[in-house]
């Protein structure tokens, strides 16, 4: 069984930076598509970035120039480098993974981490 662990959340000001890690074992593989989402209350999940099965990284308009994201085979591990953060960015962030090819949607992606909180204040 697979397992995504997510790790590197907190609280920072507006203007700051976090780090957020996902280790990820068993049988999902860190060459599937993997991603960030995150989800506000009241908001819908949301794909902020994402790296496709040829490890071309993709990004939401929202985040696009601010956000990183990365991989580490070697360690089996996802990362995403967060700067610039806004207040706007705080929600829980999701790691998930989708044994697909290509670019995967954002319906393909089924398994996930259990999530990690991030909080930005003004």
């Known amino acids: 069984q697979g397992q995504l662990v997510e790790s590197g959340g907190g609280s920072v000001q507006a203007g700051g930076s976090l780090s957020l890690s996902c280790v990820v074992s068993g049988y999902i593989w860190i060459s599937y598509c993997m991603a960030w989402f995150r989800q506000a209350p009241g908001k819908e999940r949301e794909r902020v970035a994402d790296?496709?099965?040829?490890?071309?990284?993709g990004y939401s308009d929202s985040v696009k120039g601010r956000f990183t994201i990365s991989k580490d085979n070697a360690k089996n591990t996802l990362y995403l480098q967060m700067n610039s953060l806004k207040p706007e960015d705080s929600a829980m962030y999701y790691c998930?993974?989708?044994?697909?090819?290509?670019?995967?949607?954002?319906?393909?992606?089924?398994?996930w981490g259990q999530g990690t909180q991030v909080t930005v204040s003004s």
């Open positions: 790296i496709d099965s040829d490890g071309r990284p």
């Open positions: 998930a993974a989708a044994p697909g090819y290509g670019r995967c949607k954002p319906y393909e992606y089924n398994y």
